[in-house]
T-cell receptor, first 114, second 116 residues
Framework: AQSVTQLGSHVSVSEGALVLLRCNYS??????LFWYVQYPNQGLQLLLK??????LVKGINGFEAEFKKSETSFHLTKPSAHMSDAAEYFC????????????FGIGTKLQVIP | GAGVSQSPSNKVTEKGKDVELRCDPI?????LYWYRQSLGQGLEFLIY????????KSGLPSDRFSAERTGGSVSTLTIQRTQQEDSAVYLC??????????????FGPGTRLLVL
């Protein structure tokens, strides 16, 4: 079984400031990890994913995340926030190997202050 | 190419009525997923289709919920005797390979269901 905890349902940052969205996971098998973004009235869009290999994963729109097994974390970062980054972000986990259900966190709404 | 489409985009219904939600996946995607997104609850997995069969129905919350997929393409999620707690956004996603979550899931815009 897997689970995801996203710390902070709402995060506010100033435009140009560092974005840090926290995600911790629990998994009984080696995990696959994902970050999705949801803009208002739209579906979810994949930002990045970790499956195997390099633990620092780069995604779209300048976002990146690092898989830290020792900390069971997969935090999402971006060096400089843009107004267009305002959205809801979901961390998700699944097990590796064959079909594995994806379990999503409750989401973090990011507000970017001009 | 076209993405995942869902209809209707919004649905308001009265408690006790049946509703049907439709999902058109990306052409050629063999895997299809239904999720429910409730306020403050994140995404809740409902059901997974591989082709026309549903090897994982474990997320359907009650026997009022059912889904089918025909021709390996369009899927319909049916909620019978709707209750107010069914109010949510219902999201559909599809992916290219039967290997499931190894492949990126592409999401539709969702159907917002409000049960009065």
């Amino acid at each position: 079984a897997q689970s995801v905890t996203q710390l902070g349902s709402h995060v506010s940052v100033s435009e140009g400031a560092l974005v840090l969205l926290r995600c911790n996971y629990s998994s009984s098998v080696p995990p696959y990890l994902f970050w999705y973004v949801q803009y208002p009235n739209q579906g979810l869009q994949l930002l990045l994913k970790y499956t195997t290999g390099a633990t620092l994963v780069k995604g779209i729109n300048g976002f990146e995340a690092e898989f830290k097994k020792s900390e069971t974390s997969f935090h999402l970062t971006k060096p400089s926030a843009h107004m267009s980054d305002a959205a809801e972000y979901f961390c998700a986990v699944s097990g590796s190997g064959g079909y594995q259900k994806v379990t999503f966190g409750i989401g973090t709404k990011l507000q970017v202050i001009p | 190419g076209a993405g995942v489409s869902q209809s209707p985009s919004n649905k308001v219904t009265e408690k006790g009525k049946d509703v049907e939600l439709r999902c058109d996946p990306i052409s050629g995607h063999t895997a299809l997923y239904w999720y429910r997104q409730s306020l403050g609850q994140g995404l809740e997995f409902l059901i997974y289709f591989q082709g026309n069969s549903a090897p994982d129905k474990s997320g359907l919350p009650s026997d009022r919920f059912s889904a089918e997929r025909t021709g390996g393409s369009v899927s319909t999620l049916t909620i019978q005797r709707t209750q107010q707690e069914d109010s949510a956004v219902y999201l559909c996603a599809s992916s290219l390979e039967w290997r499931g979550v190894r492949e990126t899931q592409y999401f539709g815009p969702g159907t917002r269901l409000l049960v009065l």
